[in-house]
């Protein structure tokens, strides 16, 4: 059976050993504990446990941000004392929603004061998996880098635990019947309903930015909340999730340039899998009970029905698709897919970036998940378009 953590688990711990696998060894494991395909799988093992626990911005420079050109972590890594923001804003931990479906966040905020207007924000929707509210990939935090670095730019944004991270417990009820809207659209309406409410925010400049499978989701958002001024496309997939995960997984095992009989195992059991989903999805064969692919077929006929680019044509309001280049989980042509796609919009602007991969981090030649277990910081180019 392939193994695939699914959209209920909180990720597995962290284990050191890791640092010291073969790179076959771990290309296989970042296949193999791939979840939902769109975000590499070294999310899993790297995001620890939460569970219990630009437009209207200056374009001044995040300053701290990056500096390194891929080669690890800025001289002025601001972060210098667990949980204390650095000079130049504040981050307040705040709770969305109540009861089971409740989610810890950060709101943070620019200094000094805004003016009478509030700050414009951006809330940060993430990708697929259960990640918590920076995003952590092992030592990189790409959200926080990004909240960090737009306070600097005079802007505030919030952020939260996906609920598959902060309680998968409330999925239970949903075993077969899970779609990608109770995983994505009750925690976006109580960050939207937070910041409406919220006195220093600038109601009529509030912007969600959507990455990778968050960005999916940001037409079915456009759908049901009012209260958004525009979007940002990080990174965005347009593409159908499952049919993704075996071109992953073949330049996962090619990146060593061969591919050993373990490997060639784990892409039969994909191609298995996958057989078995599109036989659902054509009819051939009726839903089972038990997951596939890590997720409830549900999940696999919802994706597969709602088209993101067809649902992208009536968004009339501004868009920012930003792609990096060498991003192999979302490939750089899916941008102008977007851009083509979103024919309501008389605002949309597409920007791409040649070395920068799908968490936004520089670097040189093809993009390899072994980088991941080096710190880095997102680009600051990239932050300052926002």
Request: aromatic fraction near 6%; charged fraction near 20%; glycine fraction near 10%.
């Given at each position: 059976?392939?193994?695939?953590?699914?959209?209920?688990?909180?990720?597995?711990?962290?284990?050191?050993?890791?640092h010291m696998?073969?790179?076959?060894?771990?290309?296989?494991?970042?296949?193999?504990?791939?979840?939902?395909?769109?975000?590499?799988?070294?999310?899993?093992?790297?995001?620890?446990?939460v569970?219990?626990?630009n437009?209207g911005?200056?374009?001044?420079?995040?300053?701290?941000?990056?500096?390194t050109?891929?080669?690890?972590?800025?001289?002025?890594?601001y972060?210098?004392?667990?949980?204390?923001?650095?000079?130049?804003?504040?981050?307040?931990?705040?709770?969305l929603?109540?009861?089971?479906?409740?989610?810890?966040?950060?709101?943070?905020?620019?200094?000094?004061a805004?003016?009478?207007?509030?700050?414009?924000v951006?809330?940060l929707?993430?990708?697929?998996?259960?990640?918590?509210?920076?995003?952590?990939l092992?030592k990189?935090?790409?959200?926080?880098?990004?909240?960090?670095g737009?306070?600097?730019?005079g802007?505030?944004?919030?952020?939260?635990n996906?609920?598959?991270?902060q309680?998968?417990k409330?999925?239970?009820?949903?075993?077969?019947?899970?779609?990608?809207?109770e995983?994505?659209?009750?925690?976006?309406?109580?960050?939207?309903?937070f910041l409406?409410?919220?006195?220093?925010?600038?109601?009529?400049?509030?912007f969600?930015?959507g990455?990778?499978?968050g960005g999916t989701?940001i037409?079915?958002?456009?759908?049901?909340?009012?209260?958004?001024?525009?979007?940002?496309?990080?990174?965005?997939?347009?593409?159908?999730?499952?049919?993704?995960?075996?071109?992953?997984y073949?330049?996962?095992?090619?990146?060593d340039?061969?591919?050993?009989e373990?490997?060639?195992?784990?892409?039969?059991?994909?191609e298995?899998?996958?057989?078995?989903?599109h036989?659902?999805?054509?009819g051939?064969?009726?839903?089972?009970s038990?997951?596939i692919?890590?997720?409830?077929?549900?999940?696999?006929?919802?994706?597969?029905?709602?088209?993101?680019?067809?649902?992208?044509a009536?968004?009339?309001?501004?868009?920012?698709?930003?792609?990096?280049?060498r991003d192999y989980?979302?490939?750089p042509?899916?941008?102008e897919?977007?851009?083509?796609?979103?024919?309501?919009?008389?605002?949309?602007?597409?920007?791409?970036y040649?070395a920068?991969?799908?968490?936004?981090?520089?670097?040189?030649?093809?993009?390899d998940?072994l980088?991941l277990?080096?710190?880095?910081m997102v680009?600051a180019?990239?932050i300052s378009?926002?």
């Amino acid at each position: 059976m392939l193994v695939i953590i699914n959209v209920f688990e909180t990720g597995s711990p962290a284990s050191e050993r890791n640092h010291m696998m073969n790179r076959s060894s771990l290309m296989r494991l970042i296949a193999l504990l791939c979840i939902l395909f769109l975000l590499p799988a070294i999310a899993a093992c790297g995001a620890g446990s939460v569970g219990n626990g630009n437009p209207g911005s200056s374009s001044s420079e995040a300053e701290g941000i990056s500096g390194t050109n891929g080669s690890g972590i800025g001289e002025d890594n601001y972060v210098t004392t667990p949980g204390a923001p650095p000079p130049g804003f504040t981050e307040e931990e705040v709770t969305l929603g109540t009861g089971d479906w409740a989610v810890k966040g950060k709101l943070t905020l620019p200094k000094p004061a805004a003016d009478g207007k509030g700050y414009p924000v951006v809330l940060l929707v993430s990708g697929s998996g259960p990640n918590d509210m920076d995003e952590t990939l092992y030592k990189n935090k790409p959200f926080q880098d990004i909240a960090q670095g737009l306070a600097r730019q005079g802007v505030a944004s919030l952020r939260y635990n996906k609920i598959t991270k902060q309680n998968p417990k409330v999925f239970e009820p949903y075993a077969t019947t899970l779609t990608a809207n109770e995983e994505y659209l009750p925690n976006v309406h109580e960050a939207l309903a937070f910041l409406e409410k919220e006195a220093r925010i600038d109601r009529t400049r509030v912007f969600v930015l959507g990455h990778s499978l968050g960005g999916t989701m940001i037409p079915r958002i456009n759908k049901v909340e009012t209260l958004p001024a525009g979007y940002i496309l990080l990174a965005g997939s347009n593409a159908f999730l499952a049919d993704e995960l075996l071109r992953q997984y073949q330049y996962l095992f090619g990146l060593d340039g061969k591919t050993d009989e373990d490997e060639k195992t784990a892409m039969q059991q994909v191609e298995l899998e996958l057989g078995k989903l599109h036989a659902i999805l054509d009819g051939t064969t009726t839903a089972p009970s038990t997951p596939i692919l890590g997720a409830p077929a549900s999940y696999w006929l919802d994706l597969y029905a709602q088209d993101p680019l067809k649902a992208a044509a009536v968004i009339t309001k501004p868009v920012l698709v930003l792609q990096g280049d060498r991003d192999y989980n979302v490939l750089p042509e899916s941008a102008e897919k977007w851009q083509a796609a979103l024919t309501g919009s008389k605002d949309v602007t597409v920007r791409h970036y040649p070395a920068l991969n799908h968490l936004m981090l520089a670097g040189t030649g093809k993009d390899d998940p072994l980088n991941l277990l080096t710190p880095q910081m997102v680009d600051a180019a990239m932050i300052s378009d926002l």
